[in-house]
C-alpha cells in the first residue's frame, strides 16, 4: 500500500514541504538542531521514488552512521509501503567500499581486500618507524598516523606529497620514507585503512573516467546528511558525482550530473579535527550556482527551555548566521544543575535522578549520558553497577576491538585474503605453536624477496632452513588456511560455505579456542566466551544474510561506527561521548562533566578555533534533549592519574541563570556552614555575571554542597554494600530499596556473580547482583 504524494507531505511544515518537493539540481537545507533535516530528507526519498522520477537505484543517501541508514531505509520504505531493492542508503565509508570491491581490480587490488581499522594501521606504523629507527627523530605511531590521516582527507597521496615535500630537511625526508612504505606495505596486503575508502574512491573516478561517468549514470539523485561534518575527501566525492562532464564515448548523450541535496547545521560541525571542513556548507552558494536554500525554523524535539539554554550559548561563536529556532511544545521543566564532590558523587546523582525518571514512567532506553571523553565512563559505570541500572556504552572498548576477537577476525581475514601478511603475523603464534619473532621477520623477507605472498612463503617454508618443529607448525597452519580457502571457494561444488562454517573450521582446528580454555584465568574464561559470542554472529548474519560470504561478513564487521552497538529495544540507559550523540534524540538527557579540562577538553582550549567547536559539541549535548536536560559537574575529578580540583566550564555561565535549577548534594542539609570550595569561589568572583543576579539563592549558580569530605568519603563506602552470604532461592521475597517487594524467580552465576532475576510489584522484572544489590529478605 503506498501512502501518495500528499500523505508524504503529511506531518510537514510549509518550508519542510517546499524542500520535500523541490526539483532542481541543487538544494541546501541549513537549519538548527531537530528542525526536521533528517526527517525531510527521508520524505524527500520517498517523495522521488513515489512519484516515479527516480528508481531506488537511482538513488544515494548518505548518512552519518549505518545505523541512521537503517532506520532511513526502514522510513522511506514505511512511506511507500514497498520494499525498495537497489536504493543505496548508507554511509560514505560503507558506499565507497562497495564501489571498490567492484573496482578495485582496475588497479592493482582483488574484491577480496582487507580494510583496516586504526588499531591496524597503527601496528603497520609502527613497525615501520621501528625499521627506521624514525622514533629517534621524534615520529610516533600517534603523530604519524594523525598526519597520515590527515593527507589522505585532504586527497595528498604520497607522490603528490613528496613533489611538494622538502627533503633538505631530513624529518621530512624521514616522514616521506614512513609513508612511502605504510603506502607500499598496504598495496602489497591488498589492503586500504579507513581514510583510504574514501580518497581511493575519489582516485579511481579521477583515473579512470569510464568508471566515474557509469556511477555518474547510474545516480541520478544524492542526498547527503549531516553535511557540515564532510571533509575534503567527501566533498570531493559527491563533487565527482554531480560533475557534468560530458561523455567519455562521443557517441553517448552527455552525462547530467545526479541533483544534489544536502542538509545540515554548521552550529553542529564537530568533526573539524577530523578534517571536516564547515567551509564546505558556507560555501556551497558558490559551488553550486542557483542552489535553492531552504531554511527551517521551528525545532520539534526540545522543550522552549532547552531551547533557549541551546540557543544562548551557540550565540556566543561569533562568525556565524544567527538562526531563530523556536518550538511550539512549551517551556517545560527547568534544567536541573547539579555539582558534586567528585565525579562518583556525581554519578551517584546521575543514577538516582535516572531511578526517579524510570519510576515516573521513562523507559530506560530513552534516557542518555553524555560526557566528552571516555574516561569519565569508568565512576559512572561503578555506580550504575552498584544501582543495578541495566546500561550500555556505545563506542567504549568495543567488541571487534579486543585482543581475542582480533586474533580470530584475522584468521578469517588471512582466509579470505591470502596477501594480508598483518593478519598472518597476528595468527602465526596464536595460539602458541613454538613460531617466534625472528621466524615471522625471516618469512616477511621472503615473501618480499620473492614477490609472493605471505601464505606462498608459509608454504615453502622447508626451504628456510628452519628447524622440523617450526617448519612443521608453520605449513600445518598453512594448510588449515588453504583448507578453509577452498570452502569459501566459489567455484565450490555446493557453492561456498556459510561464514560459521569456516569459523568453525578454523577454531577447531587451531586450537585456538581449547588453548583458552585450558587455562584457569577467569579473563581468559571471558575471552572463551567472546569467542563463542562471534561464532553467534557468523551464525546470526548467516540467517540475515543467505548469500552473504566471507568478505560480506568482514566488510560489515569493519564498517560498525559506535553509534551502530545501539539497539532501541534493549532497555537500556546509553552512555556516550558526545561526538558520538550527534543526529540522536533522548527523552532526557544528562550531560556530565561540564568543567574546564574536559569541556572544553584541554587538548583543544588552546587551539584555534578549539573553544568554538567545543561549544558546538556542548550545543549538540543540549540539542539532543527532549523533555528532560541535566548538567553535572564535579568539584574534583580524578584525570590523568591524579585528582585535581576541577572549575565549572566556561559555558556554563552562557546559559541565563533563569533557564537552571541547580540543587545540592544530599545531605547538605545537614551540615550547612562548611567552607565552599575555593576553586569556585575564586571563579564566582572573577567572573563577571557569573550566575546572572549574583543572588544568593539555592537556584543560582552554583549550589556548592559544604560538606566536609571525610564525611562524603563515609557516605560513598556505605554504598558500596556486600551481601556476599545473603542465601536467595526462587520463590523468596525481597525488599529493595528503590524497587519494593518483588519475588525471586531465578537465581544464576556462581560466588560473587550471583544475579537474581526478581519479578518487583511496581517495578516490573529486573536483574540484580545479588553481592552489592541493595536488597534484603523477608
Ligand atoms: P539534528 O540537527 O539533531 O540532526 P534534525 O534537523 O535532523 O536534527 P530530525 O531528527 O529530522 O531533526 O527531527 C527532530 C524530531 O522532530 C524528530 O523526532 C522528528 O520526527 C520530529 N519532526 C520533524 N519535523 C516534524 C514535523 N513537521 N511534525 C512533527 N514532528 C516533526
Ligand atoms: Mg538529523
Not at 560503507?94 to 582483488?110: D, M, Q, W
Request: net charge negative.
Amino acid at each position: 500500500q503506498s501512502a501518495g504524494q500528499s500523505d508524504l507531505l503529511d506531518g510537514l511544515n510549509p518550508e519542510q514541504r517546499e524542500a520535500v518537493e523541490y526539483r532542481g539540481p541543487a538544494l541546501l537545507i541549513v537549519a538548527g538542531a531537530g528542525s526536521g533535516k533528517t526527517r525531510v530528507l527521508t520524505h524527500r526519498v520517498a517523495s522521488l521514488i513515489e512519484s516515479r522520477e527516480a528508481w531506488p537505484s537511482q538513488i544515494l543517501a548518505i548518512t552519518f552512521t549505518n545505523k541512521a541508514a537503517a532506520e532511513m531505509r526502514e522510513r522511506v520504505e514505511q512511506l511507500l509501503g514497498q520494499a525498495s531493492q537497489g536504493m543505496w542508503i548508507s554511509t560514505f565509508h560503507s558506499a565507497c567500499v562497495r564501489i571498490l570491491r567492484r573496482e578495485a581490480e582496475n588497479f592493482g587490488f582483488t574484491k577480496s581486500f582487507t580494510i583496516y581499522d586504526s588499531a591496524d594501521s597503527r601496528v603497520l606504523i609502527k613497525r615501520i618507524i621501528k625499521e627506521l629507527q624514525a622514533d629517534t627523530f621524534g615520529f610516533t605511531v600517534g603523530s604519524v598516523s594523525a598526519k597520515i590521516s590527515k593527507l589522505k582527507n585532504e586527497l595528498a597521496d604520497v607522490e603528490s606529497y613528496a613533489r611538494t615535500a622538502n627533503f633538505a630537511d631530513p624529518q621530512e625526508a624521514l616522514f616521506v620514507e614512513i609513508f612511502r612504505q605504510y603506502t607500499r606495505s598496504l598495496q602489497a596486503a591488498n589492503a586500504f585503512d579507513f581514510d583510504d575508502l574514501i580518497s581511493q574512491t575519489v582516485f579511481l573516478f579521477r583515473a579512470f573516467p569510464r568508471v566515474a561517468e557509469q556511477y555518474r549514470r547510474r545516480f541520478r539523485h544524492i542526498l547527503v546528511d549531516e553535511y557540515q561534518d564532510t571533509n575534503h575527501a567527501q566533498y570531493s566525492l559527491i563533487h565527482e558525482l554531480t560533475l557534468s562532464p560530458g561523455s567519455v564515448d562521443p557517441g553517448q548523450p552527455p552525462v547530467e550530473g545526479a541533483s544534489l541535496t544536502v542538509v545540515g547545521d554548521s552550529d553542529q560541525s564537530i568533526y573539524a579535527f577530523r578534517g571536516a571542513d564547515i567551509r564546505n556548507i558556507v560555501e556551497f552558494e558558490r559551488d553550486y550556482p542557483g542552489a535553492k536554500v531552504v531554511l527551517l525554523e521551528q525545532n520539534y524535539r526540545s522543550t522552549q527551555n532547552i531551547l533557549s539554554a541551546a540557543n544562548a550559548v551557540i550565540s556566543n561563536n561569533f562568525d556565524r548566521k544567527d538562526k531563530k529556532l523556536w518550538t511550539a511544545i512549551g517551556d517545560g521543566d527547568r534544567i536541573l544543575g547539579y555539582t558534586g564532590y567528585s565525579g562518583h558523587d556525581e554519578a551517584q546523582f546521575v543514577a538516582d535522578e535516572i531511578a526517579k525518571l524510570h519510576d515516573a514512567g521513562t523507559a530506560y532506553k530513552d534516557i542518555a549520558v553524555f560526557y566528552r571523553t571516555n574516561a569519565q565512563t569508568r565512576a559512572l559505570e561503578e555506580i550504575f553497577i552498584r544501582s543495578a541500572l541495566p546500561y550500555r556504552v556505545l563506542g567504549g572498548t568495543k567488541f571487534y576491538e579486543r585482543a581475542e576477537i582480533k586474533d580470530v577476525m584475522a584468521y578469517l581475514i588471512s582466509v579470505a585474503n591470502p596477501q594480508d601478511a598483518l593478519a598472518l603475523r597476528r595468527i602465526l603464534n596464536s595460539p602458541k605453536r613454538g613460531i617466534g619473532p625472528a621466524t615471522e621477520t625471516q618469512l616477511a623477507s621472503f615473501a618480499e624477496a620473492n614477490e609472493i605472498s605471505y601464505r606462498e612463503a608459509m608454504r615453502r617454508a622447508p626451504s628456510l632452513g628452519l628447524g622440523p618443529k617450526v617448519t612443521s607448525a608453520i605449513l600445518q597452519l598453512a594448510g588449515l588456511l588453504d583448507e578453509a580457502s577452498e570452502l569459501i571457494d566459489p567455484e565450490r561444488e555446493q557453492g561456498p560455505a556459510p561464514v560459521f562454517d569456516v569459523l568453525a573450521l578454523l577454531l577447531e582446528k587451531s586450537g585456538y579456542l581449547t588453548a583458552l580454555r585450558a587455562k584457569r584465568d577467569p579473563q581468559d574464561e571471558a575471552r572463551a566466551e567472546n569467542v563463542e559470542e562471534l561464532l553467534a554472529v557468523t551464525k546470526e548474519f548467516g540467517k540475515n544474510n543467505p548469500d552473504g560470504g566471507l568478505i560480506d561478513f568482514l566488510t560489515e564487521v569493519s564498517l560498525v561506527a559506535a553509534v551502530d552497538d545501539l539497539d532501541d529495544s534493549s532497555g537500556t540507559v546509553s552512555l556516550m561521548t558526545l561526538h558520538t550523540a550527534k543526529g540522536l534524540e533522548f527523552e532526557a538527557v544528562f550531560l556530565t562533566g561540564i568543567e574546564e579540562d574536559l569541556l572544553p577538553h584541554r587538548m583543544s582550549a588552546n587551539e584555534p578555533g578549539g573553544p568554538a567547536e567545543e561549544r558546538r559539541l556542548f550545543y549538540v549535548g543540549i540539542t539532543r534533549a527532549r523533555k528532560r536536560l541535566y548538567l553535572s559537574l564535579a568539584m574534583t575529578r580524578a584525570q590523568y592519574g591524579e585528582t585535581a580540583v576541577a572549575m565549572p566550564s566556561r559555558y556554563l555561565q552562557e546559559i541565563p541563570a533563569e533557564l537552571i535549577e541547580w540543587v545540592q548534594s544530599p545531605g547538605m542539609a545537614t551540615s550547612r556552614g562548611g567552607t565552599q570550595p575555593r576553586a569556585l569561589n575564586a571563579n564566582r568572583s572573577s567572573r563577571q555575571g557569573w550566575g546572572s543576579t549574583g543572588s544568593q539563592s539555592t537556584s543560582d549558580f552554583p549550589a556548592l554542597p559544604p560538606r566536609p569530605k571525610a564525611e562524603w568519603a563515609n557516605t560513598i563506602t556505605n554504598k558500596v554494600r556486600d551481601n556476599g552470604d545473603l542465601e536467595l532461592a526462587p520463590g523468596d521475597r525481597i525488599r529493595h530499596s528503590d524497587f519494593g517487594e518483588g519475588r525471586v524467580n531465578q537465581v544464576t552465576g556462581e560466588g560473587t556473580k550471583r544475579v537474581a532475576h526478581v519479578l518487583f510489584e511496581s517495578a516490573g522484572a529486573k536483574k540484580l547482583l545479588i553481592k552489592i544489590a541493595p536488597i534484603e529478605k523477608i
